[in-house]
């Protein structure tokens, strides 16, 4: 994978790699890897639509993002994922969507991207540990996925979860957090536009390492929110059970918003380091919201920010 996306590669020459998504309905039968060979027409509706979010950033190299990653299920080094995320099956994959919808059922990831417009959106990912980095994703609206399954006037919160398969994922035989991993948002943060269900970046299928097939991002949100692998989706009316705030609720409240001005009780979050810079990278300003202020602000009007965290 590795270099595979270059400079002198223009988007259009990019073949359009999502056409796996779909492969499991036009060819029979496994070991359909050599896609370059069936491109067409319906392949090529599949491809990614280029958007103007981020166009401003500089996104950081496919070797950087998917070499230093977060991913506990697979053990705790920035490096373990990239070793160990391939023994994670992801296909075929299904996510139990239920609660308060209408629709509530077990969907296949072929269901899920039915009639979905994939868009490229560059957003900023600021990590809780000061990292950050510019990640070109490749995904949909979380809204339109909740429209499609009928949200019901109860439901006020959005609950996540990560796959839990300890033949598959080394990480998980050791108590780091509570498994599985968990996330939630309030309705309104789910449903805003800037929130996504990301299935590959730099037009490419998500690498395991960062959440493969289908994982959530919150690019307002401190990293550990956009939860990865996800298998379930469930519309509640309390505010749901969260991995890290069940580890610390001090360090990581419900709502974790990328927010310079709270510190975590154990270091400032008044700068980060862009990955990929190395060792000496120079400090850059955390922005409220993540530089994401104008889009989310009013969503937190009247809150207090350094209290409800
Ligand atoms: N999701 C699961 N299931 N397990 C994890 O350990 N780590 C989180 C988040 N999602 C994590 C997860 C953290 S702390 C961050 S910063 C981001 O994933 C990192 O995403 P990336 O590896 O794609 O950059």
């Not at 500089?58 to 998917?66: G, H, K, L, Q, V």
């Not at 705790?76 to 629709?103: C, F, M, Q, R, S």
């Not at 949100?221 to 309390?238: A, F, M, N, T």
């Amino acid at each position: 994978m590795a270099g595979r996306y270059k400079s002198d590669l223009k988007w259009s020459d990019v073949t359009p790699k999502h056409a796996w998504m779909n492969r499991r309905q036009l060819i029979a039968g496994s070991g359909a890897l050599a896609l370059g060979s069936i491109a067409g027409p319906a392949m090529a509706s599949l491809a990614a639509k280029k958007t103007d979010y981020g166009a401003d950033l500089e996104p950081n190299d496919w070797d950087a993002i998917t070499s230093y990653n977060n991913f506990y299920e697979f053990g705790t080094d920035k490096g373990d994922p990239a070793t160990y995320a391939h023994a994670l099956t992801t296909d075929p994959w299904t996510v139990e969507i239920d609660g308060l919808i209408d629709n509530p059922g077990s969907y296949g990831m072929e269901d899920i991207l039915a009639n979905v417009t994939l868009e490229e959106r560059i957003y900023r990912l600021r990590c809780v540990e000061r990292w950050s980095m510019v990640v070109p994703w490749v995904g949909f609206e979380l809204a339109d996925l909740l429209n499609r399954v009928g949200v019901q006037p109860s439901a006020k919160y959005v609950s996540f979860e990560t796959a839990l398969r300890p033949d598959e994922m080394r990480g998980v035989s050791q108590n780091v957090i509570e498994w599985p991993y968990r996330e939630g948002l309030r309705l309104d943060e789910a449903m805003h536009p800037l929130t996504i269900m990301a299935t590959g970046l730099y037009d490419e299928p998500m690498p395991n390492q960062n959440g493969a097939p289908i994982r959530l991002v919150v690019p307002w949100k401190y990293g550990y929110k956009s939860i990865k692998s996800v298998v379930r989706i469930s519309l509640v009316d309390q505010m749901p059970v969260t991995a890290w705030n069940t580890y610390s609720p001090r360090e990581y409240g419900f709502y974790s918003n990328v927010n310079p001005d709270r510190d975590h009780p154990r270091w400032s979050q008044k700068f980060e380091r862009k990955v990929g810079g190395g060792l000496f990278a120079k400090q850059i300003p955390t922005q409220l919201f993540n530089g994401y202020e104008e889009e989310v602000g009013s969503l937190y009007a009247g809150m207090d920010l350094l209290e409800d965290h």
